[in-house]
């Protein structure tokens, strides 16, 4: 072999090993976090779930085929970082940031509300010092409704469990992201006329997310156009309502 083939051969080689490895040669696999409603009954195609709508109405606007695994927050995550995954959406972060490729804006104002019991009004997260507050377990760690010591607060294993307390009157209150909050009241079967007041105390965006290195610049780009566009034409806020009660949509 002449040393200007084998010359030839090694440049090519190199950019092979330097190009951007790209796993995708098929479906991009999205991922959904198994938390209610975020995802629910797969076999209702009417109802799957507020982030299974959203993946679904990005990849139709781009015109890219997915698949959508449901899975555990802790294993989802694993997934995104390992690359078993592609992409998700989930809340923006500092660390999220750092990890994965924040492809675009889902919704900017992602809120986190206080809900109170029948009679009680609130104004301020300062209402609850010396009330009895509903908290999943591990949440809210910064925020004064975990730290203040004035806050009496009852560790739950999750939204249902925190709705169910304040049904039967057993704590003063419970709080969280609004939308997991809105969908255990519906299921408790308490409309806005059964409690008292509804405070937002904090609100993150939420974004479309991938894995760094893992899609062409052609996918990020039609994924980022599509979630674009629906975003500004007000499709997710649509799709948000759905799984709000109609008498807490004013809240």
């Known amino acids: 072999m002449g040393s200007a ?29 198994n938390f209610a409603p975020y995802a ?10 507020f982030v ?14 997915i698949t959508d695994n449901v899975l555990p927050i802790a294993r989802l995550m694993k997934n995104l970082e ?12 500092p660390w999220s940031k750092a990890n994965f490729v924040p492809v675009a804006e889902v919704m900017g104002r992602f809120p986190s509300i206080i809900v109170t019991r029948k009679g009680l009004p609130i104004k301020r997260v300062k209402d609850l010092q010396g009330r009895n507050l509903a908290l ?8 004064p409704i975990a730290t203040d010591p004035k806050i009496q607060r009852q560790e739950t294993s999750g939204y249902e469990q925190s709705a169910r307390l304040l049904k039967a009157g057993r704590v003063d209150a419970i709080a969280g992201t609004a939308l997991s909050i809105y969908h255990y009241l519906k299921v408790m079967e308490l409309g806005r006329q059964d409690v008292g007041g509804v405070l937002p105390f904090d609100h993150k965006p939420i974004w479309l997310q991938c894995k760094k290195q893992h899609l062409s610049d052609d996918i990020i780009s039609k994924l980022e156009k599509a979630t674009d566009s629906l975003r500004t034409e007000g499709v997710f806020e649509k799709l948000r309502d759905r799984y709000i009660p109609a008498s807490f949509r004013q809240s």
Do not use: W
């Open 136 to 143: 999943p377990r591990g949440s809210y760690r910064e925020f």
């Open 40 to 49: 629910l009954d797969q076999n209702n195609p009417d109802r799957r779930g």
């Open 5 to 33: 083939r084998v010359f030839l051969i090694l440049i090519f080689a190199g950019l092979i090993l330097a190009a951007p490895k790209y796993a995708i040669a098929g479906p991009v696999r999205f991922v959904t976090m």
């Open 52 to 65: 299974v709508d959203i993946h679904a109405a990005i990849a139709a606007r781009a015109g890219i085929e």
């Open 82 to 93: 390992r690359g078993m995954s592609d992409c998700s959406v989930f809340l923006l972060s």
